[in-house]
């Protein structure tokens, strides 16, 4: 079946650094990606997604693109905040005719410090 | 902005004890999940729910899961005799019809098992 691999965390940085959290998937077809977002005692949280090769979503600074060559669908901001600090989760859609389910990676925990 | 809710956010039971999540979808949202999240691992799909019947299931949704719509505006969950490997977060989701694919997630209720 379909599968979603994230880096591992923790990832560790200083404010104003530049992220990148790697994602890849394996899917039959051309799904739906998504990141989404859960920062501390809180449920899960759209950050962003693409629905097909070469789109580019796009959401509070953070970025990604729908790369079908390489499948994959890295996270990257130019500048993390203290706030950004949060568990991170790459996401694909999968299923057809409106019964979708997504499947998830593992999670990467970003930890941003002063 | 709607949201979707979930209560209660925190369950402790005892094993063999039944429990129900439950979770108020997004009003206008047709499509209905449940995903569960044991401690340090990834979030799992367990069922999908549409047109008052399940659409999908994972093999986690065994005969001790359940999923209802009572009414208009709720959906549960139940667990008809808790085991000790059923402590996890349980996270509620909903989605509107096509052409999305994002699903909404509700903050989740941790169930802890005794």
């Known amino acids: 079946g379909d599968s979603v691999t994230q880096m591992e965390g923790p990832v560790t940085l200083s404010e104003e650094a530049f992220l990148t959290i790697n994602c890849t998937y394996t899917a039959t077809g051309y799904p739906s990606l998504f990141w989404y977002v859960q920062y501390p005692g809180e449920g899960l949280q759209l950050l962003l997604k693409?629905?097909?090769?070469?789109d580019k979503g796009s959401n509070k600074g953070f970025e990604a693109t729908y790369r079908k060559e390489t499948t994959s669908f890295h996270l990257e901001k130019g500048s993390v905040q203290v706030s950004d600090s949060a568990v991170y989760f790459c996401?694909?859609?999968?299923?057809?005719?409106?019964?979708?389910?997504?499947?998830f990676g593992a999670g990467t925990r970003l930890a941003v410090h002063p | 902005e709607p949201e979707v809710t979930q209560t209660p956010s925190h369950q402790v039971t005892q094993m063999g004890q039944e429990v129900i999540l439950r979770c108020v979808p997004i009003s206008n949202h047709l499509y209905f999940y449940w995903y569960r999240q044991i401690l340090g691992q990834k979030v799992e799909f367990l069922v999908s729910f549409y047109n008052n019947e399940i659409s999908e299931k994972s093999e986690i949704f065994d005969d001790q899961f359940s999923v209802e719509r009572p009414d208009g505006s709720n959906f549960t969950l139940k667990i008809r005799s808790t085991k000790l490997e059923d402590s996890a977060m349980y996270f509620c989701?909903?989605?509107?019809?096509?052409?999305?694919?994002?699903?909404?997630f509700g903050p989740g209720t941790r169930l802890t098992v005794t």
């Open positions: 996401a694909l859609s999968e299923g057809s005719g409106g019964y979708n389910k997504l499947i």
């Open positions: 989701a909903s989605r509107p019809l096509l052409p999305t694919e994002e699903q909404y």
């Open positions: 693409a629905t097909k090769a070469d």
